[in-house]
């Protein structure tokens, strides 16, 4: 199984970008993948969820209206699209993929992970 982010710049504040992860390996068809990020001495936090049998999404409140999560699941990719970025998201980026199609935001269901792509928002 690996997942590969792309997509991390350094942007100004109010700016956007969308990361990719491009997904391969799964045993399954059914699966989640999300979004998290891990800013510089911060805790690592959930961001937005897609489950690939249905294409269901959830994403965190603090998002809602910023970040969309979508996904081109014939070519095993999903998108983190981020409007109006704020110079604390600074961050690395990361996606991770549950086994499971399961809309969850806690870290231990998840059990592969990318490597993670830098995000940088410049005030």
């Known amino acids: 199984v690996r997942l590969v982010e792309s997509g991390g710049d350094s942007v100004q504040a109010g700016g956007s970008l969308r990361l990719s992860c491009a997904a391969s390996?799964?045993?399954?068809?059914?699966?989640?993948i999300a979004w998290f990020r891990q800013g510089p001495g911060k805790e690592r936090e959930a961001l937005s969820v897609?489950?690939?049998?249905?294409?269901?999404?959830v994403t965190s409140d603090s998002m809602k209206g910023r970040f969309t999560i979508s996904g081109d699941i014939a070519q095993n990719t999903v998108y983190l699209q981020m409007n109006n970025l704020r110079p604390e998201e600074t961050a690395v980026y990361y996606c991770?993929?549950?086994?499971?199609?399961?809309?969850?935001?806690?870290?231990?269901?998840?059990?592969?992970w990318g490597q993670g792509t830098g995000v940088t928002v410049d005030s």
């Open positions: 991770a993929e549950s086994d499971g199609p399961l809309l969850s935001f806690t870290e231990s269901e998840y059990t592969y």
């Open positions: 390996g799964f045993p399954s068809d059914d699966y989640a």
């Open positions: 897609l489950v690939t049998d249905d294409g269901d999404t």
